[in-house]
């Protein structure tokens, strides 16, 4: 098995609250999240939690093959808040939540789950890329966000907007209509997109978060063919490179709003076949 992995936390010397892992035919991506300034009622914090669920959910996957990835994370949601439900209080909104992408290779295909806004890139032989990303909380996000965008990243008027724009969008976590993302309630796995594709057809597997995609998806400085080039030729700490080059010309978010002028980014490569 052939990966190449890079993560970087958004500042240096800070925590990092990404998790990527592999295990033989099968690799896991969670990016943690929590609600900023809002009390939590976890003494673990979010790295704990997306480092917990990841590291239970790449063991769940390789262990048991026939049971489906949804489910997989279902059990995997369910041990990890078994863990310190008698200990903390997850009924806090701040509580810590998690996308989750994972992908494994079962009966000649690749199976994968994406809940949240982590991509899968998947490449097939021509040079064509699929990314799989689940939009939900993109599309609720922008609905919330625009009284954010036109102020300047890091402002105090952006702080103020940013959390009350938090606070909306939580208030849609894991509701109908809202965003499903890993937190303490397993239901969220059965929200998780998932599919399969056939081995043969691919040639590379990336697992990203978000702060590793901004070249694409926000900043719209590259396409996927572009980034996979990047990730083939140079490996994932290039591209991390890349993205926090085109954010330090850009700190106060004007020409790209953001919530964070720098996030968590990793990126797990995954060159086919085994
Ligand atoms: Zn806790």
Redesign the pocket.
């Known amino acids: 098995m052939n990966v190449a992995l890079g993560t970087q936390s958004a500042e240096p010397g800070r925590g990092n609250e990404d998790f990527a892992a592999a295990a033989p035919g099968a690799a896991v991506l969670l990016d943690g999240a929590s609600v900023a300034g809002a009390q939590t009622g ?3 914090g979010v790295a704990w939690f997306s480092t917990t669920l990841g590291g239970l959910l790449l063991s769940t996957i390789a262990a048991q093959p026939a049971r489906p990835l949804s489910e997989c994370l279902a059990d995997s949601i369910r041990v990890v808040r078994s863990l ?1 439900e008698d ?2 209080n997850l009924t806090y909104r701040a509580s810590p939540t998690s996308t989750v992408v994972a992908a494994r290779v079962n009966a000649g295909a690749l199976e994968y789950l994406v809940l949240g806004d982590s991509t899968l890139l998947l490449a097939d032989p021509d040079g064509k890329t699929t990314a799989v990303t689940d939009r939900r909380l993109d599309e609720v996000g922008k609905r919330l966000r625009a009284p954010v965008d036109v102020l300047p990243t890091g402002s105090p008027e952006h702080t103020v907007a940013l959390a009350e724009y938090r606070d909306a969008l939580t208030g849609l976590r894991n509701r109908p209509g809202g965003f499903w993302i890993a937190g303490p309630d397993p239901q969220a796995a059965e929200h998780a997109l998932t599919g399969s594709v056939p081995l043969d057809s691919l040639t590379s597997v990336t697992l990203l978060s978000d702060g590793a995609t901004r070249l694409v998806d926000s900043f719209e400085l590259a396409t996927w063919p572009d980034m996979l080039a990047i990730l083939g030729e140079s490996g994932p700490d290039e591209l991390i490179r890349r993205v926090r080059e085109v954010e330090a010309g850009d700190l106060d978010g004007r020409r790209w709003p953001r919530g964070k002028a720098r996030d968590d980014a990793t990126a797990l490569h995954w060159v086919l076949p085994l």
Request: net charge positive.
């Open positions: 976890c003494k673990h310190h200990t903390c």
